[in-house]
């Protein structure tokens, strides 16, 4: 299984603040590489797939970068809806395995 | 607009059989590159992948589960079913099913949820 890891896994911020999250795959996955957000008591939500494409409807500040083994994503300008938890997901082989998720709270 | 929805027991005992339904409504699963996946999220965890079935009937399971995983649809009634057999304590979690894309395997939207406890 390829294993997803991420950094940090916790993170504290201040609105209008750039946060950049990273992931690394074991081994390559091409550009096959996904990222969402989950805040508590919700079911995640789909920000980037393809390691840069935006989904629709998510707003601009989020962009994804990366390729290979090495992803980040980046919020641009913190927003107060922003603090969650941000999983990265390698969509190359089974099991699609997901990051352990880093927690953006406010600092 | 494209919503799904878990349905299912709230609480299994040991070795029983766990049957969960994804209801969907906003697509159909006989369009191509259309699929829905399951996942679960043990409290306080990260989320898992479970199983993804596609509207021209590919199936895909989790390696470590795919003794215990069956997944099936009913494109008719825009539904999709998965079964975990010989359910264990460690299996309780929060299980959701998404809509999936064949180019990408990206999943998006999900469903809300459902929390499935495993005690006797």
């Known amino acids: 299984d390829i294993q997803m890891t991420q950094s940090p896994s916790s993170l504290s911020a201040s609105i209008g603040d750039r946060v950049t999250i990273t992931c690394r795959a074991s081994?390559?996955?091409?550009?096959?590489l996904n990222w969402y957000q989950q805040k508590p008591g919700n079911s995640p939500k789909l920000l980037i797939y393809a390691a840069s494409s935006l989904q629709t409807g998510v707003p601009s500040r989020f962009s994804g970068s990366g390729s290979g083994t090495d992803f980040t994503l980046t919020i641009s300008s913190l927003q107060p809806e922003d603090f969650a938890t941000y999983y990265c997901?390698?969509?190359?082989?089974?099991?699609?395995?997901f990051g352990q998720g880093t927690k953006l709270d406010i600092k | 607009q494209i919503t799904l929805k878990e349905s299912g027991p709230a609480l299994v005992k040991p070795t029983q059989t766990l049957t969960l339904t994804c209801t969907f409504s906003?697509?159909?699963?006989?369009?191509?590159?259309?699929?829905v996946g399951w996942f679960r999220q043990p409290p306080g965890k990260a989320l898992d992948w479970l199983a993804l079935?596609?509207?021209?009937?590919?199936?895909r399971y989790s390696p470590s589960l795919k003794n215990r995983l069956t997944i099936t649809k009913d494109t008719s009634r825009n539904k999709v079913v998965l079964t975990m057999t010989n359910m264990d304590p460690v299996d309780t979690a929060t299980y959701y099913c998404?809509?999936?894309?064949?180019?990408?395997?990206?999943?998006?939207?999900w469903g809300q949820g459902t929390l499935v406890t495993v005690s006797s």
């Open positions: 081994q390559s996955i091409d550009n096959s």
């Open positions: 998404a809509q999936a894309t064949y180019l990408w395997n990206s999943f998006d939207p």
């Open positions: 997901q390698e969509s190359y082989s089974r099991p699609y395995t």
């Open positions: 079935i596609f509207w021209d009937d590919d199936k």
């Open positions: 906003g697509f159909s699963l006989s369009t191509s590159g259309v699929g």
